[in-house]
């Protein structure tokens, strides 16, 4: 999916590491041959090294073969408030040589930020003499067409119906979807599916997804689950109180979302309301018609309860957590809770 254009000096710039290194490998590939990749691609970090010395190895003659590659990480210049160094750079000697680059040499800028300020002279001239390409994070909706690109590249099927699970516990970081995959690919060999379970099995859990599965879990009315998903996180030592917050960070968003679409706001409309990310909301929308507005209500109370019991360390963390499980499956599957 990564298309690179020729040209004698790139200016990488975004947040989404996956995208900067394919595009930086894309362009070694295109420029030298395997044979001078080793002695041919110099790197320098910027925050250590001022840029004129980038130049200088950049007029400089290759080693050996026809052509080298040299690449800046962190241009601190191009960003808004720059970070103060011990050292200046001389961009001056950047904005020359962009303007009349050397024709043995390709110069690739990295710049990992969200945001670099366009209004510069610099970017300005990177634009104008250059190939400047975003790699900025991938939002959700492209995730199932990123899914099926990286299995296709690995030679592998990943059903559709499990694309979901992906989201859920990577998010759009194509890194680590891309580490995730191959994980897979080896367990499944090439031409193989990756099913449900072994997804669920092999994927890194992260506590934002566990939370999700929690919630599931009640919803589901499945306190044995519920308590199996406990027990993997208490393994990865994730506290009884971070684990309620989260619980109710969960419950709550899906009680806003049920609220908002009661009052006839669609899932796009709900971003300005709800502060959280739009996949998240997403989740809450998915969810929230399994309760109802009472079961809401009282779970989040419950949560509140059981918040407030852990910090006065009025019972032993772990039991009070799964008291906490147990009470809130009782409320969904509309039983009176007993003490």
């Not at 790699?135 to 959700?140: F, S």
């Not at 506290?239 to 806003?256: C, D, G, V």
Request: with cysteine; glycine share 4%; proline share 3%.
């Amino acid at each position: 999916m990564v298309n690179v254009k020729q040209s004698q000096v790139y200016l990488l710039y975004g947040e989404e590491s996956y995208l900067i290194q394919e595009n930086k490998n894309k362009i070694i590939k295109q420029t030298l041959k395997k044979e001078d990749r080793e002695f041919n691609v110099s790197q320098y970090d910027l925050e250590e090294v001022p840029v004129e010395d980038v130049v200088t190895d950049a007029e400089t003659f290759p080693f050996l073969g026809d052509g080298k590659v040299v690449i800046a990480f962190h241009p601190v210049f191009l960003k808004a408030k720059p970070d103060k160094l011990s050292f200046e750079h001389d961009v001056e000697a950047l904005l020359e040589y962009i303007q009349n680059p050397a024709e043995y040499t390709v110069l690739v800028i990295v710049a990992p930020y969200e945001k670099l300020d366009e209004r510069k002279k610099v970017f300005k001239q990177l634009k104008k003499h250059g190939e400047v390409i975003n790699c900025q994070p991938v939002k959700e909706w492209d995730i199932d067409k990123w899914i099926q690109t990286l299995a296709n590249e690995l030679h592998i099927t990943v059903p559709e119906e499990i694309h979901e699970l992906f989201t859920q516990e990577i998010g759009a970081n194509l890194m680590a979807l891309r580490k995730e995959m191959e994980k897979l690919a080896l367990n499944v060999g090439e031409g193989g599916v990756v099913t449900k379970e072994l997804a669920e099995q092999l994927l890194s859990h992260s506590a934002e997804a566990s939370g999700l599965k929690l919630v599931d879990a009640v919803m589901e009315k499945d306190l044995g689950r519920a308590i199996r998903i406990y027990k993997d996180l208490e393994k990865l030592n994730e506290e009884p109180i971070a684990l309620t917050a989260l619980l109710a960070s969960q419950f709550r968003i899906i009680n806003q979302a049920k609220v908002l679409k009661q009052k006839g706001y669609a899932q796009n409309q709900m971003k300005g309301y709800i502060k959280a990310h739009p996949y998240v909301i997403k989740m809450a929308m998915k969810r929230e018609r399994f309760f109802t507005n009472q079961e809401l209500n009282q779970i989040i109370e419950q949560l509140a309860e059981t918040d407030y019991t852990l910090k006065q360390g009025r019972m032993e963390k772990s039991l009070a957590f799964e008291m906490l499980l147990y009470k809130l499956i009782h409320i969904k599957q509309n039983q009176p809770i007993t003490s």
